[in-house]
């Protein structure tokens, strides 16, 4: 049996302003929390040996913050499905607004533990915020699904030029204040995510609300039948595939680029080109985001999976075994592409099998699971790299890529967005 969604005439595809105000506005607040994101892998690795001594334990803050977000993912979603999509935003910023101090406290009086308290806290709140995706999801219809969460996620393109200034900032700042550019840098990112409360306050209606009533900002799109849609979604192969497929894409990328930062960092290469290193990875998951959401509209969300799924292994490839800043930095931005495709699909399949009312759960669980491997990988990536060498996580990160691939490529899909399950 074929799953929905229903096909609709091209009318029904063309964006209402109000749509695309809403786009913007949660797009401005996935730039702003982002930026701040960014600062996990660019010096969360270099902060931990600072303060642990060890390169053993270096994938700690990365894999902290995958906890967190894994904690978080279901329990938001929750919120999310019974208050609103906004609900969730909110509490996801307050947890980001309090969580970043706490990690510069903690950096700049040499507490671990404090250190620990604020990753937790502001990767939390990263997590909580990733109903952002739900929200974008709500407000299009499955014909431009796909597309309409690039939208949102090209937000975090801004916020890979952001956190670079942030990093340079925190090097000037560092000297006049005599503390540690690790410490001041997350002093700073309270400055963006205060805004964002503002940006979301000012999504008007709520996603959740347009998702039930689609049809009338969309109105020549066809009637769905949501209760059977709902019905189908709970045992569907497809979305067993997009949680496959999400933990490979999301587990391997958050693995490598926790090491990748130490590795640079080992090379002698200053905060300012691990930073530009990131950011080029984090282009590679963002900057793409809208040609991709629409490729998958148009030729499907298993292609563009499979296709996201090669281009990360061919990233860990060059990460594990080039050694060198240009290749290494190459490999980031192919995880980061391959990561955009792979999740953006799996994302999108999911909230294609799923009413509104029980989208934020679906989509939390996905992000269980993916935030999960998120926690577990960056920790055996350490000891890896101590026990082996920086070659050890390329080979794990095509590894990891193999049972998702073949999960993917049993999809039937019949046409984007309809499945076969």
Known sequence: MALEPSQSTPQASSIPPLIRRNTLLLAITQAVVGAGMQLIPALGAISVVQLMGSTTWSGLATALAGLARMLIAYPVGRVSDSRGRKAGLYIGLLLALFGSPIIGVGMGAGSFWLFVLGVLVFGAGVGATQQLRVAAADMYPPQRRSEGISFVLMGSLLGALLSPLIVALAERLAVEVGQSPLAVAWFIVPLGVAPAFVFTALVRPDPKRIALRLRDYYPQLPPQNVGQVHSRAHSSFPRRVAIWAGIAAQGQMVMLMAMTSLALHQQGCSFNLISLSVTLHVLGMFAFSWPVGWLADRIGRKPVMLGGLLLSALGALLVGFTGEYASITLGTFLVGLGWCGTYNGA????????????????????????????????????FLVEGIGIWAIGVAGVLLLGYPALMVSRLTEVSPGRYEG
């Not at 029980?358 to 990536?381: H, K, Y």
């Open 347 to 382: 994302t999108t399949v999911v909230a294609d099998t799923t009413a509104p009312g029980e989208r934020g759960r679906a989509v939390g669980i996905l992000d269980v699971w993916s935030n999960g491997a998120g926690t577990v990988l960056p920790i055996l990536a350490g």
